[in-house]
């Protein structure tokens, strides 16, 4: 059975909207970027639940978790303008190169890369961006890495106050700690060490948890998705090699 036919995981469903939990690799629909990609978790989840859906947000191909789409364009409009607003909530966990700080306000204003269609730009607006990271959880390897004798890492939970594009990814590289597996902005031979270690290839970040109020009863929902298991993994692996 292949990854397209795997059944995607439901995390929340009535008749307004749904919430799934994207696989690690998946585009959230067609983009000009990855013209070659095939699959794609609008039609897959469409084909699933044979009912028309209508994206609300987007989440990186590389990055799995929680992804809401609106079962009606009247829900889409209410839901990306609560996006635009500030009013969801969307809680991340990842794993990170070093030991972070216990708690950390990243402050750190990003210029836009792409354009509101996804289309890359070049000169684009700088605006805010702010970040909490919290952590949940540091080690020490004693294996040589990079020009050092041991390797730090860290598990650590990031709430995105402002919604830039990549803003996790860039604001993590901004403060020395990228996550692990990013190729773009992390550190090869941390994410190679981790590959050969683990035999898994995947960016480290996971969209956890998304808190928002219904758009149509205006009830607070706060869903969450089960811990991946390539993370429960990463997570057993840190803690029998490291040094405490």
Known sequence: MTDAQIPLTVCFQDDALVVVDK???????????????????LQTL?????????PVHRLDKATSGLVIFALS???????????????VTKTY?????????????????LRDEVDRKGRKIKNGATREAVTELRTL???????PVDRY????????????ITGRYRQLRRHVKHISH???GDVRYGKGTHNRFIEERLGIRRLWLHA???????????????ISSAVPADFRKMTAWLESVSLG
Not at 93 to 109: E, K, N, W, Y
């Open 93 to 109: 966990q990842a794993f990170v190169r070093g030991h972070t700080p216990q708690s950390l306000h990243i402050d750190h204003a």
């Open 208 to 222: 956890r948890q998304v808190t928002f109020r219904h758009p149509l009863t205006d009830e607070a929902l706060s």
């Open 46 to 54: 469409r084909d699933q639940l044979n009912q028309p859906l209508f």
């Open 149 to 160: 004798p041991e390797a730090r890492y860290s598990h650590v939970q990031l709430q995105p």
């Open 23 to 41: 696989p690690c690799g998946m585009l959230v629909h067609r983009s000009g970027i990855d013209a070659h990609e095939t699959t794609f978790l």
């Open 137 to 143: 959880a540091s080690w020490t390897v004693p294996e």
């Open 178 to 180: 990228p996550i692990l």
């Open 73 to 87: 364009s009247d829900v889409a409009r209410t839901l990306s303008q609560a996006f635009e607003r500030s009013e």
